[in-house]
């Protein structure tokens, strides 16, 4: 079966659906509404903006480097789902600190001493939430779906995920900054409730010892699932992909305000489309493998990624240089620009193709490891995904300290989707060798 929507009438993946949902939604209101706030109405320096958007970037993304070991084993040893459970109830409290920052900031008080750090310590803890619950979203479904279900599921968690990051981005542009803070606490708790709904699944192997050692879990656990050429070249091509998009996405709300001339509603729309387009990309690389879980089509769809980002980076050039007005435009006003739409349709298609090139990489630690392991292969992937995005945040902050203008930025990641390509390629030569080496010993007998 390589449709998707009968997968949601299911128990065995629904609650576990809306819960995914729910936590990418509140996530990206929480992080969307810091970074705009501060971006619009703390800081006023290009260069401070952008340092401010990599250094939370980076704060996000280290428990994920630190602690994903941990969490694949966790996630492998025990059931996966009264895991879900703690960390959603640990959700409400990271989210009720990050509310009581934001509340702070919009009130102007401590601003810099008190309110930011607060801000920052919420989301070094959302960054360890999602870190334990990362590697249960993709390992939970070969448990819970069919073979030829997985893909499909993997498809639509990933489709899910971007289309609850836009709606997140959407509030977080429009709502104002009070409002958010209330809003997180409230989509805490009822993403709660939902994971109490999801299905049991325990451990599928022998029980073992979890290794609580950060440094040695993690290097014991990338050394033992890259022995899978396909899962090694996954990851690889995976981690180059996301430092890709750490360039790009701590470039927008600097490059939208400073570049683009745009208000951090547009921000917020730019953040909108980008989504809806991995959305689009997710389920349409899904049909056209009919569920088989392949590379096939990543070199590809890479290489428009990066086409595209070429184009977005002409279309801000042509921008840039027939504005006039340096007011900051708001929504209508920036639609009514000749080139709005090109902007707008270029992000869509980087993000379309983008959506293409990763989903089938993310079922690949899924369906190319035995089960009792799928926690774990994603866990590993998250380790070296991190360490590539902290890569990506410091080459965006190096490209700005040395004054290399935002604009000017988009071409390096257009050629980086050169390098993903490769790498595509690469995974897909391991893939059929793979199917080769399966192929021989059943034509022997």
Not at 159 to 178: D, H, N, P, R
Not at 206 to 233: A, C, G, Q
Not at 342 to 354: D, E, K, R
Request: with cysteine; net charge neutral.
């Amino acid at each position: 079966m390589f449709t998707s929507t009968h997968l949601l009438k299911q128990r065995r993946f629904l609650p576990l659906f809306v819960t995914q949902l729910l936590n990418a939604f509140n996530d990206n209101l929480y992080k969307t509404a810091m970074v705009l706030f501060v971006v619009y109405a703390v800081y006023n320096s290009a260069d401070t903006e952008t340092i401010f958007s990599g250094v939370a970037s980076a704060v996000f993304i280290l428990p994920f480097f630190l602690l994903s070991a941990i969490a694949g084993q966790l996630a492998d040893l025990r059931d996966k789902a009264a895991i879900i459970r703690i960390v959603k109830a640990a959700e409400i409290v990271i989210m009720a600190v990050g509310a009581m920052g934001l509340f702070m900031a919009w009130r102007g008080f401590a601003v810099d001493v008190v309110a930011i750090p607060l801000l920052m310590l919420a989301l070094f803890a959302m960054g360890t939430h999602s870190t334990f619950f990362g590697p249960i979203k993709y390992a939970i479904l070969p448990q819970h779906l069919e073979k030829d279900e997985v893909l499909a599921g993997t498809g639509l968690v990933e489709a899910g995920t971007y289309l609850a990051i836009m709606a997140g981005t959407i509030l977080a542009g429009f709502l104002a900054v009070e409002f958010a803070a209330i809003a997180v606490v409230g989509f805490a708790i009822i993403g709660y409730f939902t994971s109490r709904q999801v299905p049991p699944a325990p451990p599928m192997g022998m029980p073992e010892k979890v290794d609580f050692n950060p440094f040695t879990s993690s290097y014991r656990l990338v050394r033992d699932i890259m022995h899978n050429r396909e899962v090694f070249y996954a990851i690889l091509a995976i981690s180059f992909f996301w430092t890709i998009g750490a360039v790009l996405f701590i470039q927008f709300p600097p490059l939208a305000k400073n570049v683009l001339m745009a208000n951090k509603e547009v921000a917020s729309l730019f953040l909108v489309f980008f989504s809806i387009g991995v959305a689009i990309g997710s389920v349409a690389v899904n049909l056209l493998l009919k569920g088989t879980v392949s590379a096939r089509y990543a070199p590809f769809s890479v290489l428009a990624m990066g086409a595209m980002v070429a184009v977005f980076y002409f279309v801000c050039r042509a921008w840039n240089a027939g504005l006039v007005d340096s007011r900051l435009m708001d929504v209508p006003t920036f639609l009514s620009y000749p080139l709005a739409w090109a902007v707008l349709s270029s992000l869509l298609f980087i993000a379309i193709f983008g959506g293409m090139f990763v989903v089938p990489l993310y079922a690949f630690l899924t369906t190319k490891v035995p089960t009792s392991q799928a926690s774990r292969a994603v866990a590993a992937n998250n380790i070296v995904n991190s360490g590539a995005m902290v890569v990506g945040s410091l080459l965006a902050l190096a490209l700005s300290a040395i004054g290399i203008p935002l604009a000017e930025q988009l071409l390096l990641s257009a050629a980086m989707c050169l390098v993903s390509a490769w790498l595509g390629g690469v995974l897909y030569k391991a893939e059929k060798a793979a199917a080769l080496a399966g192929s021989a010993p059943a034509a022997a007998e």
